[in-house]
């Protein structure tokens, strides 16, 4: 019988940020979104202040002021590097594993058969403490569905894990379970499963199976099979994405083209560190610009272009000069821009790559210059190396007046002692 686990590490953002600063332990935190906008989490210490998801922090001012809410910036180069050291640390109890999430994994335990699941479970759970600083909550079940659902228990388990095998266990909890809390339930099914008079996680698990394929497709029967304890989703590999997108809204509006084309660029530099780690090219380049439709005084406009390479690459020098290209044609004088963005379009692997007459795809200096730029800005930090085309003041920058230092990845950022 297949055993899953599913590793979720308890409000993730949060607890980055205390790894490094010990005062904030206990402290209510918030993380805030792209220009420092809104709330997208937060400890639960800012839950239990009722402090809600997604509202624009200005509106929380006086509770953050009462309480000494600690508020952050967005930090994703330490939040993504931290979720890597979890993610690697999981893989030495589990090679079998998916990361599913930046803060989640599933493992399969029953190639492993320890003796005792919760104890080896709790094992996980003290070791990926102890080496990273992160305290996370295991949910071990016989199916992907039912081990997320044990996730949701473990999380006020004294010691963060929870077995859901145990028939009673599973009764109990699935009575009390609204089928709109349940793991690939989204609201439009959930509303359709409320009008067939099923509302409970135990009432779908005890429906029809045919029934409910009607009704809900494939996967609303996958799921009631799944609370059944029959495995029907199994761990996913990683594919290789075929298309990348890179966008952010700028820290203030610009009206000048220079700034944009230093974003862009910016942008198409992430876009193409990303397509390299997956060993693709991109065939295609869509750039598109934007003001902000939220600002009714000011003029709108949109507009965005592709367009195609003569080769499939993944040289960032030749996507940012495609990029500006594409730029020069969509971008319009005497407007207030609020965002840009790039997409790399049709990706195919370098090794399916067509040979073409006239070029050495062997010997291309442009691969070999890319991996020593990707090896120095992974070893000494990102924008150790950058093209001059991404700019230096970057007045475009969003507004992350509040991050913390990113601990991990810039040596100048690095935690001093005293």
Same mark, same amino acid.
């Given at each position: 019988?297949?055993?899953?686990?599913l590793?979720?590490?308890n409000?993730?953002?949060?607890?980055?940020?205390?790894?490094?600063?010990?005062?904030?332990?206990?402290r209510?935190?918030?993380?805030?979104?792209?220009?420092?906008?809104?709330? *997208?989490?937060?400890?639960?210490?800012?839950?239990?202040?009722?402090?809600?998801?997604?509202i624009?922090?200005?509106?929380?001012?006086?509770v953050?002021?009462?309480h000494?809410?600690?508020?952050?910036?967005?930090?994703y180069?330490?939040?993504?590097?931290?979720?890597?050291?979890?993610?690697?640390?999981?893989g030495?109890?589990?090679?079998?594993?998916? *990361?599913?999430?930046?803060?989640?994994?599933?493992?399969?335990?029953?190639?492993?058969?320890?003796?005792?699941?919760?104890?080896?479970?709790?094992?996980?759970?003290?070791?990926?403490?102890?080496?990273?600083?992160i305290?996370v909550?295991?949910?071990?079940?016989?199916?992907?569905?039912?081990?997320?659902?044990?996730?949701?228990?473990?999380?006020?388990?004294?010691?963060?894990?929870?077995?859901?095998?145990?028939q009673?266990?599973?009764?109990?909890?699935?009575?009390?379970?609204?089928?709109?809390?349940?793991w690939?339930?989204?609201?439009?099914?959930?509303?359709?499963?409320?009008?067939?008079?099923?509302?409970?996680?135990?009432?779908?698990r005890?429906?029809?199976?045919?029934?409910?394929?009607?009704?809900?497709? *494939? *996967?609303?029967?996958?799921?009631?099979?799944?609370?059944?304890?029959?495995?029907?989703?199994?761990?996913?590999?990683?594919q290789?994405?075929?298309?990348?997108m890179?966008?952010?809204?700028?820290?203030?509006?610009?009206?000048k083209?220079?700034?944009?084309?230093?974003?862009?660029?910016?942008?198409?530099?992430r876009?193409?560190?990303?397509?390299?780690?997956?060993?693709?090219?991109?065939?295609?380049v869509?750039?598109?610009?934007?003001t902000?439709?939220?600002?009714?005084i000011?003029?709108?406009?949109?507009?965005a272009?592709?367009?195609?390479?003569?080769?499939?690459?993944?040289?960032?020098?030749?996507?940012?000069?495609?990029?500006?290209?594409?730029?020069?044609?969509?971008?319009k004088?005497?407007?207030?821009?609020?965002?840009?963005?790039?997409?790399?379009?049709?990706?195919i692997?370098?090794?399916?790559e067509?040979?073409?007459?006239?070029?050495?795809?062997?010997h291309?200096?442009?691969?070999?210059?890319?991996?020593?730029?990707d090896?120095?800005?992974?070893?000494?930090?990102?924008?150790?190396?950058?093209?001059?085309?991404?700019?230096?003041n970057?007045?475009?920058?969003?507004?992350?007046?509040?991050?913390?230092?990113?601990?991990t990845?810039?040596?100048?950022?690095?935690?001093?002692?005293?």
């Open positions: 019988m297949k055993i899953f686990a590793v979720d590490c409000n993730f953002y949060a607890s980055c940020e205390r790894v490094f600063d010990p005062s904030l332990k206990e209510a935190i918030v993380i805030l979104s792209n220009n420092d906008g809104c709330i *997208v989490a937060r400890s639960n210490e800012a839950k239990s202040l009722g402090i809600p998801m997604g624009p922090v200005f509106k929380q001012k006086t953050i002021k009462k000494n809410v600690a508020v952050f910036s967005s930090n180069q330490l939040y993504g590097d931290m979720s890597k050291r979890v993610m690697d640390s999981l030495l109890f589990a090679p079998d594993m998916e *990361v599913y999430s930046i803060d989640e994994a599933f493992l399969r335990l029953d190639y492993l058969q320890p003796r005792n699941l919760h104890e080896y479970c709790k094992t996980i759970r003290e070791k990926i403490l102890q080496w990273t600083g305290p909550s295991i949910g071990i079940g016989p199916t992907k569905v039912l081990a997320k659902i044990a996730n949701h228990v473990a999380k006020k388990q004294t010691d963060g894990v929870f077995d859901i095998q145990c009673q266990k599973q009764d109990e909890i699935l009575k009390s379970l609204e089928v709109k809390k349940i690939g339930i989204a609201r439009g099914l959930s509303e359709r499963l409320n009008s067939m008079g099923i509302y409970k996680a135990s009432e779908l005890d429906a029809s199976p045919s029934i409910i394929r009607k009704h809900l497709s *494939v *996967v609303g029967e996958r799921i009631l099979r799944e609370l059944k304890g029959q495995s029907c989703i199994d761990l996913e590999t990683i290789p994405k075929k298309n990348i890179s966008s952010k809204s700028f820290g203030k509006l610009i009206t083209k220079e700034p944009i084309e230093e974003a862009l660029s910016n942008y198409a530099a876009a193409c560190e990303k397509l390299r780690k997956q060993n693709s090219r991109t065939q295609a869509h750039v598109f610009i934007q902000n439709g939220f600002r009714e000011d003029r709108q406009y949109n507009n272009i592709t367009h195609t390479l003569t080769t499939p690459t993944s040289d960032t020098r030749i996507i940012i000069e495609a990029a500006k290209f594409c730029l020069s044609r969509i971008y004088h005497g407007y207030r821009y609020k965002k840009t963005g790039i997409m790399l379009l049709d990706l692997p370098a090794s399916l067509q040979k073409q007459l006239f070029v050495d795809f062997d291309r200096p442009g691969d070999h210059l890319m991996n020593i730029v090896r120095v800005n992974k070893e000494q930090g990102s924008d150790t190396l950058f093209f001059g085309a991404q700019g230096v970057r007045e475009w920058k969003m507004r992350c007046g509040l991050r913390s230092p990113r601990y990845t810039q040596w100048n950022e690095l935690l001093t002692v005293r």
